[in-house]
């Protein structure tokens, strides 16, 4: 990787998470281009990481400049503006260029209409713990892309957290899962914070009650190498206040819910994938 020249097309949370990823792995800032909405994007990441940033504001060529000889080209702008981005730099990649995008519903086909018959594409599906380094990235290959180009993505995004490799039509689903799951567990936060605030903890108690409990489970779950079943039970005393409100949760039917949930995600998917 350290040896590639690579180009990021956008700077929001993703783009910016996986360069910082790649600069804190070892990648040569002055291996790294990036194209920006603004000069003040594009200034403050010049000079913050020392990469080479192109602004769409002082220049309408900002995504060709950025992909000049660019070994793999990372496409991180919203999806309805991938092909367009796509279309623009197309006739500028360097011949065997491989191109990753990461927005949600823009399938490989898709990409590969786009671009020129020999370029390879992968779909990558990170998520937003790519900022602390500890994303899940479902990465899948386009048809032109051989094994040298899943190694070359899988070696990008563990500069942000693990990866899984997975044929394409179970990346929709991922992304109900890794991809939306940060928000789902947010939520889970929020109410559970809510709550405490209702047991009449202030506010600032309940969020160190509940974030730390979170953290602590989750690092519990980790250690021990057992299953959440298992470790639930394990906090359950039998008719104690911990099996009287599981039993309330179960009542909800907390399981339909998260089913359910994400159903009406990969509906949402799919029709992002078809245009809808």
Do not use: C, W
């Not at 020129?116 to 899948?140: D, E, F, K, L």
């Not at 942000?160 to 991809?179: C, N, Q, W, Y």
Request: hydrophobic share 45%.
């Amino acid at each position: 990787m350290n040896n590639l020249r690579i180009a990021i097309l956008g700077s929001g949370s993703m783009g910016t998470a996986i360069l910082d990823g790649l600069i804190a792995k070892g990648t040569p800032a002055d291996h790294i281009a990036v194209s920006t909405k603004s000069a003040a994007a594009g200034n403050a990441l010049n000079n913050r990481l020392g990469v080479h940033a192109y602004s769409q504001e002082l220049d309408s060529d900002a995504n060709i400049l950025a992909v000049d000889q660019a070994d793999v080209v990372l496409v991180a702008v919203k999806p309805a503006y991938v092909l367009e981005v796509l279309g623009e730099v197309a006739t500028s990649l360097k011949p065997g260029a491989l191109v990753i995008s990461v927005a949600a519903g823009i399938t490989t086909q898709a990409m590969e209409q786009t671009l020129p018959a020999a370029t390879a594409v992968i779909r990558a599906m990170p998520n937003t713990p790519a900022i602390v380094g500890r994303a899940m990235t479902g990465i899948s290959a386009g048809s032109r892309a051989e094994a040298g180009h899943l190694e070359l993505a899988t070696q990008l995004f563990a500069a942000v957290g693990k990866t899984m490799i997975l044929d394409e039509p179970r990346i929709d689903a991922l992304s109900t899962i890794s991809g939306s799951g940060p928000a789902y567990v947010f939520f889970l936060i929020e109410q559970f914070t809510k709550a405490a605030e209702h047991q009449g903890f202030t506010p600032a108690e309940a969020t160190e009650l509940v974030n730390e409990t979170f953290r602590g489970a989750i690092d519990l779950l980790l250690a021990s190498h057992k299953s959440p079943s298992e470790l639930r039970r394990q906090v359950t005393s039998p008719n104690g206040t911990t099996m009287q409100a599981i039993a309330r949760m179960e009542q909800a039917q907390f399981d339909q819910v998260f089913a359910e949930a994400t159903d009406a995600a990969l509906r949402r998917a799919r029709e992002i994938a078809a245009g809808k």
